[in-house]
């Protein structure tokens, strides 16, 4: 059956099966009428998430999908989904409950906000609909600001492209055990390319329907939903979430303009049905909220930054060549080309620096260290996709770090499908300047790199002069990256998986670096 066949024969199934459960809602649900919902299989086949930890709370998320390839499957019925929140994995001691409706307009998704919980303790939480029960996930709260922390267990994953490789590296992930998880962007992918072991279920994503359809095929993978039930997330984004390199409302292919902002709105009201995150980042008028900063004890500060939403429109752009490459023109260096957009850079300039945490993590998308580099033909440029076509920006944010004399700064980054290390420099057009800050990036969870080829090519790059604060390089593996906080010292782990394509991957620690605090800058461990 091709797709859009099953899919007719799937809606004809789920709604004759889910018209039992419509007379519930006749009249709006009362608080005690038990609900009459029931389903034809499992509600509950997307699993369970908890993001934006709190000190007495999370968001607690599911979506009512029994038929997870259907986007109408749940039709136009509202269903009463009922949660429950426990200080312990058998849910025996609840200390809060309640009921949530799963309504079409999100795509019969649940956020639940909870507050009002202790700090700094797992709690285990669980949803019921319909007589079926979800399986149970576990949250953690955050310590309270300036409390004292010995040490936090964190990982940060990027690019997992469902099509490219089975997400092993969240089973590593798992048995790793970290108390919190960074997506660092590219939760989906928009577009197909590169080997293929299985399908995304549309050619590519424009409607609202196509998005959720998107995020449903993601959140059914297993190790994914493994690793949502493990521990709090929290989020940012880059491009594919909604369409390769755009940047704000220009779209990377400009015959799609006239259009683009439908997509993006329709994307980002997608993304945030199928999130864990606060209602804090509900979209308004295709607008979202997405930077924060958490702040973990006495430890660290995390400023996550959204830098697709706002930034300038990529430079060096021709109408013969409007796709992202290695360029330059003097656009790059033109001052008040914005990645944050205003909004989010007085946020980030009246934040950084002030947090009771003594490491200041800032956790943006990509690599932010100036990389020299050459196109092809073997001209010097930067690319524009990156924040060297935001010179400027990279810059004022590398002026804040200085002046305000901010220690212990640890940049993480993904995007580029590469493991990356470096040394952060003051200005990197200087080379007798300091080192201020250290990078780590974390390669794909699956997403391809340019192989052999690729890792050739960044090796002739990085012995060149002004390279000698690239520490480390490495795109052949997929994998993703962890570090152990303690208030001596960072401690970065790249773990690489030996493959995308089986189910019984091997994961080694490829390198370990660590940061002393007090002493910017990586060290080999
Ligand atoms: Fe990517
Ligand atoms: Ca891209």
């Known amino acids: 059956m091709d797709i859009s066949r099953r899919l007719l024969f ?3 199934v789920a709604a004759a099966a889910v018209s039992a459960g419509a007379a519930a809602f006749a009249r709006p649900p009362r608080a005690q009428t038990p609900t009459r919902s029931r389903f034809v299989s499992d509600p509950f086949s997307l699993g369970v998430a908890s993001g934006d930890p709190a000190v007495d709370g999370a968001v607690i998320w599911t979506r009512l999908a029994p038929d997870p390839l259907d986007p109408d499957g749940l039709g136009s019925d509202t269903h009463e989904v009922r949660w429950r929140v426990a200080r312990d994995a058998n849910m025996r001691d609840v200390v809060r409950s309640g009921r949530a409706l799963a309504a079409p307009e999100r795509a019969h998704t649940i956020h639940v906000e909870l507050s009002g919980l202790e700090p700094d303790r797992p709690y285990w939480y669980r949803f019921e609909a319909g007589g079926a029960q979800s399986p149970t996930g576990r ?17 940060w994953a990027s690019c997992q492209h469902y099509e490219q490789g089975w997400f092993n590296a969240y089973q590593d992930m798992v048995a790793w055990d970290p108390r919190l998880i960074l997506h660092l962007g590219d939760y989906i992918y928009e577009s197909s390319w590169g080997v293929q072991t299985r399908r995304h279920p549309t050619a590519e994503p424009f409607s609202v329907d196509d998005y959720r359809l998107q995020h449903a095929v993601y959140k059914l993978d297993r190790d994914l939903q493994a690793a949502h039930r493990l ?3 929290a989020f940012i984004w880059d491009d ?11 779209p990377e292919n400009p015959v799609e303009t006239a259009q683009f902002a439908a997509r993006r709105a329709a994307a980002y009201r997608a993304y945030f049905e199928h999130m864990p995150i606060s209602r804090r980042s509900l979209p308004v008028d295709g607008r979202v909220r997405l930077h924060q900063k958490l702040t973990y004890g006495d430890l660290a500060q995390f400023m996550m930054l959204d830098t697709r939403q706002h930034r300038a ?3 060096c752009v021709t109408e013969q060549d409007w796709h992202s490459s290695v360029v330059d023109c003097p656009e790059m260096n033109a001052p008040g080309r914005t990645m944050l957009g205003g909004e989010q850079e007085r946020w980030f300039n009246s934040n950084l ?3 009771p945490g003594r490491w200041t993590a800032i956790i943006q998308p990509t690599l932010f260290s100036d990389v020299f580099q050459t196109d092809f033909d073997g001209k010097p440029g930067d690319y524009n996709d990156g924040w060297g076509g935001y010179r400027t920006a990279r810059q004022t944010i590398l002026n804040r770090i200085s002046q305000r004399k901010v220690g212990d700064v640890v940049f993480l980054g993904g995007d580029v499908h590469a493991f990356w290390a470096a040394d952060v420099k003051a200005d990197f057009a200087k080379p007798e300047s300091p080192v201020i800050a250290s990078e780590f990036v974390g390669t794909s969870i699956t997403a391809g790199a340019g192989g052999d080829g690729g890792y050739a090519r960044w090796r002739r790059m990085l012995q060149m002069a002004g390279n000698e604060h690239i520490r480390f390089q490495d ?4 994998g993703y990256g ?3 906080i303690t208030p001596q010292r960072w401690t970065t782990e790249f773990r690489a998986v030996d493959s995308v394509w089986t189910r019984t991957p091997v994961t080694t620690t490829l390198r370990r670096f660590v940061v002393e605090s007090g002493r910017p800058g990586v060290q080999t461990a």
């Open 139 to 155: 949250l953690f709260t955050l310590p309270e600001p300036g409390r004292r922390k010995e040490a936090l267990k964190l990982a």
């Open 353 to 355: 620096g002030g947090g």
């Open 482 to 484: 962890r570090a152990e």
């Open 231 to 233: 521990t709090s997330w």
């Open 10 to 12: 799937r809606r004809a």
């Open 475 to 478: 795109g052949r593996v997929r």
């Open 313 to 315: 429109p990529r430079a």
């Open 240 to 250: 594919h979430e909604v369409e390769n390199d755009y940047a704000a409302l220009v």
